[in-house]
């Protein structure tokens, strides 16, 4: 179905931002399977699937696809045969556009454009049909703008639409990294569900080795733009997630052996960040485990960062989620690679998920922790949409905001001043602030306007 012979690609070349991405990269997907392509950051995981769909012209070797020489086809030729579900829950959709209108696109994606409307009732009870399969309740907002959804609304659009044609390939990049635990959770049993039933050939790119081993029947591993490890057959009905990782930690050895390490991997910006922030998120449940561990370990892998030990066993003192959100926010100040980010949120959720018990403490934090993230990987600005204000009604209440909130700025407003806390992204969360504050004694009722 999709033969990769040997092709390179080499950016920037002649100049002193010379990147050699991949070198002499050749796969062979026969139909109907899936391919997972695990590996550390600027490994060519996400150049290969960008060469695969035509984003740039690779340097050497061939393509074929579904029995085509694509190789030098532009990438809007090559999406007649690809789909593609990108990292960024943002893109794949038009925001402002409607569910209908957007799953029309994807009907029509390469037929010729006639007269005939796009929306009869007929095509709508076909959408309204896919969608419920969907288990979102989303059925009945066809008509719902789709940038009023959620992330996870949204990559499940995104996921239907890519494959509503059955196309000859499909491309999954790290489509839930940027997601909740529970919509990255729907989206991958969706995932599961559509290429089981379809039976589409698949191409994904992740850093879960957990989705690798759940999803793919064959794992490729890749560094420094080379294939470096391709598990089949009976090794990959073998292999565990822990089993990966222990890969991970051979080819760090062997580079630091060999003098290399330094250029292995960039050094992670924000280290005491973000040691600080996996500690903070152990604290919810006073708990670390082996598992947990591992996960922690897998990312200071893949960012170079010099780990404190760790030992499983029960944590003293329980985690403060207000200074939770201010590590997030220092880290974020330190204008991180995106990519990292995005990591981080990714290793956020699988770890949370690691006991298969999502706590209402782990599901509030993560639900604030993801919102801050997400708006700064996709550079949308500050989606905070719920503010807490203080107003205290009595002189003790007045005097006690002044002594435990020193550095807050009164606003004025008739009647008295008010005290803003801050904007936070989950409803919950929020909820939780008012607690806090409440329980300090601060204020004493709870409005929502």
Request: with cysteine; hydrophobic share 40%.
């Amino acid at each position: 179905m999709l033969q990769i012979s040997g092709i390179s690609k080499t950016f920037n070349t002649g100049t002193s931002n010379e990147v050699r991405a991949l070198t002499d990269v050749s796969l062979d997907l026969v139909k109907g399977s899936f391919l997972v392509i695990i590996g550390t950051n600027g490994s060519g995981k996400s150049t290969l699937l960008n060469a695969v769909a035509g984003s740039f012209r690779v340097d050497s070797g061939s393509l074929d696809l579904a029995g085509q020489n694509i190789t030098k086809w532009p990438e809007h030729q090559r999406a007649q045969l690809v789909g593609r579900v990108f990292q960024n829950p943002f893109s794949g959709t038009a925001p402002s556009m409607s569910i209908a209108e957007n799953l029309a696109l994807a009907a029509r994606r390469g037929k010729r454009r006639g007269l005939e409307p796009a929306l009869n009732l007929g095509v709508r009870s076909e959408f309204k049909d896919r969608v419920r399969a969907l288990n979102m309740g989303l059925e009945n907002r066809l008509d719902n703008p789709i940038g009023t959804l959620s992330g996870g609304q949204r990559q499940a659009l995104t996921l239907l639409m890519a494959s509503w044609l059955k196309p000859d390939l499909l491309l999954l990049d790290e489509h839930t990294a940027a997601l909740d635990p529970k919509s990255a959770e729907q989206v991958i049993e969706l995932t599961h569900d559509i290429i089981t039933r379809d039976k589409l050939t698949t191409l994904m790119v992740t850093h879960s080795m957990q989705q690798a081993v759940d999803l793919g029947d064959r794992i490729v591993m890749m560094h420094k733009g080379r294939v470096i490890d391709d598990i089949h057959g009976s090794a990959r009905e073998r292999v565990k997630p822990e089993d990966l990782l222990k890969r991970f930690e051979e080819l760090r050895r062997r580079e630091q052996l060999g003098g290399s390490a330094g250029a292995f991997l960039r050094e992670a910006k924000g280290t005491a960040e973000l040691m600080a922030i996996f500690e903070l998120i152990v604290g919810i449940d006073q708990h670390i485990d082996a598992r947990e561990i591992k996960l922690i370990e897998a990312f200071a892998f893949r960012w170079n960062l010099t780990l404190p030990d760790l030992t499983e066993g029960t944590i003293g003192e329980t985690a403060d989620i207000l200074a939770l959100r201010k590590c997030v926010t220092s880290y974020l100040q330190l204008a991180p690679p995106t990519e990292q980010a995005t990591e981080l949120l990714d290793a956020l959720h699988q770890f949370v998920n690691a006991d298969e018990l999502v706590s209402e403490a782990e599901e509030v934090v993560m639900d604030e922790v993801t919102g801050m993230i997400m708006g700064y990987v996709t550079q949308s600005g500050d989606q905070a949409g719920h503010e807490v204000v203080i107003v205290p009604q009595t002189d003790e209440q007045k005097e006690r905001v002044a002594s435990l909130l020193p550095g807050i700025e009164p606003l004025s407003m008739r009647g008295g001043n008010v005290y803003s806390v801050g904007r936070f992204y989950s409803a919950k969360y929020a909820d939780v602030i008012c607690d806090k504050y409440i329980a300090l004694g601060l204020f004493t009722a709870r409005i929502e306007v």
